[in-house]
């Protein structure tokens, strides 16, 4: 009978853990919600062999609750939590909590304790990634013949999900691929991506990797405080313009460009900005409730809205993060949002330059997505978050690694 060491078992766990949060894209591609479940078991995993090797849970796990952007990050939930007393859809508020929670349970324990694990399955990770996204163009090239032939719903939108997962993913495990040696390989990924994404009719995949690259790039010639001052310019006035983009984009947006994204929706898009941005003018301070959004048009505050003004309530949510924020949460909710980002930044600062950039790069891509697309709550999006960070996490590792071997 063979016996194991705990140190034994606990590598296992981890190493287990790790190939879990690599076979993300993969998984993604075949069931486009499983990223909650797949985040989820790796946190399990990782968690087990962190108990089992007797590491200290306590500076892993509760410690980095306690720095500035921990407590501001706890006090943004607790306001979650806080607005479930005013929600008139005390049921929808709660679901929508208990979709999330989970996911955002889930995210933390890969990005805290997954970092030093990842490095192994770093190639492993790049090839999962690039025949995800040679099966997606496959497929759409095809006509969605292999989805048909699995018995999936045949629909181009339904590789939306994988490829922003791709998207948010892409970023810090190109740079980890570069800072080690591998830079073929890793480019070789950033391009599968771009093509994946350019023949997809994902707009957001498109516009996330656009403007972290345009970050990375622009990076390259400004300052560090320069860098970080315009990525935290950019994310702020988006959250602070949210309630009235709608209203910008009516006035402003051309009925050209419109005609050229037809594809996009962008009148239907507008007129569901300046809808819920009525509704924070209506209700600035508190809010309607945490996970409103979902059946908003139900809520006290659309009834002081002009009627036609209700009708795009109902879509289900704003299509932009920011907003709805503003539209569940309120200035309170917007503040902390604010607080969050501005010590995340400030905590970025004394990164590296590589790992500093790459940060930045994924913050803007998910800011954009986040600005243009999904819900604010949505598990899936949150467990993608969750394995960049991790990956991010673990360049920063070995940067510092290189750092101290010279």
Same mark, same amino acid.
């Given at each position: 009978? *063979?016996?194991?060491?705990?140190?034994?078992?606990?590598?296992?766990?981890?190493?287990?853990?790790?190939?879990?949060?690599?076979?993300?894209?993969?998984?993604?591609?075949?069931?486009?919600?499983?990223?909650?479940?797949?985040?989820?078991?790796?946190?399990?995993?990782?968690?087990?062999?962190?108990?089992?090797?007797?590491?200290?849970?306590? $500076?892993?796990?509760?410690?980095?609750?306690?720095?500035?952007?921990?407590? #501001?990050?706890?006090?943004?939930?607790?306001?979650?939590?806080?607005?479930?007393?005013?929600?008139?859809?005390?049921?929808?508020?709660?679901?929508?909590?208990?979709?999330?929670?989970?996911?955002?349970?889930?995210?933390?324990?890969?990005?805290?304790?997954?970092?030093?694990?990842?490095?192994?399955?770093?190639?492993?990770?790049?090839?999962?990634?690039?025949?995800?996204?040679?099966?997606?163009?496959?497929?759409?090239?095809?006509?969605?013949?292999?989805?048909?032939?699995? =018995?999936?719903?045949?629909?181009?939108?339904?590789?939306?999900?994988?490829?922003?997962?791709?998207?948010?993913?892409?970023?810090?495990?190109?740079?980890?691929?570069?800072?080690?040696?591998?830079?073929?390989?890793?480019?070789?990924?950033?391009?599968?991506?771009?093509?994946? $994404?350019?023949?997809?009719?994902? =707009?957001?995949?498109?516009?996330?990797?656009?403007?972290?690259?345009?970050?990375?790039?622009?990076?390259?010639?400004?300052?560090?405080?320069?860098?970080?001052?315009?990525?935290?310019?950019?994310?702020?006035?988006?959250?602070?313009?949210?309630?009235?983009?709608?209203?910008?984009?009516?006035?402003?947006?051309?009925? $050209?460009?419109?005609?050229?994204?037809?594809?996009?929706?962008?009148?239907?898009?507008?007129?569901?900005?300046?809808?819920?941005?009525?509704?924070?003018?209506?209700?600035?301070?508190?809010?309607?409730?945490?996970? #409103?959004? =979902?059946?908003?048009?139900?809520?006290?505050?659309?009834?002081? *809205?002009?009627?036609?003004?209700?009708?795009?309530?109902?879509? =289900?949510?704003?299509?932009?993060?920011?907003?709805?924020?503003?539209?569940?949460?309120?200035?309170?909710?917007? #503040?902390?949002?604010?607080?969050?980002?501005?010590?995340?930044?400030?905590?970025?600062?004394?990164?590296?330059?590589?790992?500093?950039? #790459?940060?930045?790069?994924?913050?803007?891509?998910?800011?954009?997505?986040?600005?243009?697309?999904?819900?604010?709550?949505?598990?899936?999006?949150?467990?993608?978050?969750?394995?960049?960070?991790?990956?991010?996490?673990?360049?920063?590792?070995?940067?510092?690694?290189?750092?101290?071997?010279?």
């Amino acid at each position: 009978m *063979i016996v194991r060491t705990a140190g034994e078992r606990a590598a296992t766990l981890d190493r287990l853990g790790a190939i879990v949060i690599a076979a993300l894209p993969a998984c993604m591609a075949a069931a486009n919600r499983s990223s909650p479940v797949v985040i989820g078991l790796a946190g399990i995993l990782l968690l087990a062999g962190a108990a089992t090797a007797g590491r200290p849970l306590r $500076a892993l796990l509760v410690a980095p609750l306690a720095t500035p952007v921990g407590m #501001t990050a706890l006090a943004f939930l607790v306001w979650c939590a806080v607005s479930l007393a005013w929600s008139p859809l005390p049921g929808l508020s709660l679901r929508t909590l208990s979709e999330f929670l989970p996911a955002l349970a889930g995210a933390y324990l890969v990005a805290r304790l997954a970092p030093p694990h990842l490095g192994p399955v770093a190639k492993p990770a790049a090839w999962i990634l690039v025949a995800t996204c040679l099966y997606v163009v496959a497929d759409l090239a095809s006509g969605l013949v292999i989805r048909e032939a699995l =018995g999936q719903r045949v629909a181009a939108f339904a590789f939306n999900r994988p490829l922003l997962t791709v998207m948010l993913l892409v970023f810090p495990l190109t740079a980890y691929l570069a800072a080690t040696g591998r830079r073929g390989l890793a480019a070789l990924t950033a391009a599968i991506v771009a093509v994946a $994404a350019w023949r997809s009719v994902s =707009g957001a995949t498109v516009l996330g990797l656009a403007a972290g690259a345009l970050t990375v790039a622009a990076l390259r010639w400004l300052p560090a405080r320069a860098g970080i001052g315009l990525t935290g310019a950019a994310l702020l006035g988006a959250l602070v313009l949210a309630p009235i983009e709608g209203d910008l984009l009516a006035r402003t947006m051309p009925e $050209a460009l419109h005609q050229r994204l037809a594809a996009s929706s962008t009148r239907a898009r507008v007129a569901i900005a300046r809808s819920f941005g009525a509704a924070v003018a209506a209700d600035p301070w508190r809010g309607a409730g945490y996970g #409103t959004s =979902g059946r908003f048009q139900d809520a006290p505050v659309a009834e002081r *809205i002009e009627p036609e003004m209700r009708f795009m309530l109902a879509v =289900g949510h704003p299509h932009n993060s920011f907003l709805q924020v503003w539209a569940e949460l309120g200035v309170v909710g917007a #503040t902390l949002a604010a607080l969050v980002l501005v010590l995340t930044l400030r905590a970025l600062s004394a990164w590296a330059t590589l790992a500093r950039s #790459t940060a930045l790069a994924l913050l803007a891509a998910a800011g954009i997505v986040a600005f243009v697309e999904h819900g604010a709550w949505q598990a899936w999006w949150t467990a993608g978050v969750g394995a960049a960070i991790a990956w991010l996490r673990a360049l920063r590792y070995q940067i510092e690694a290189l750092t101290d071997e010279r």
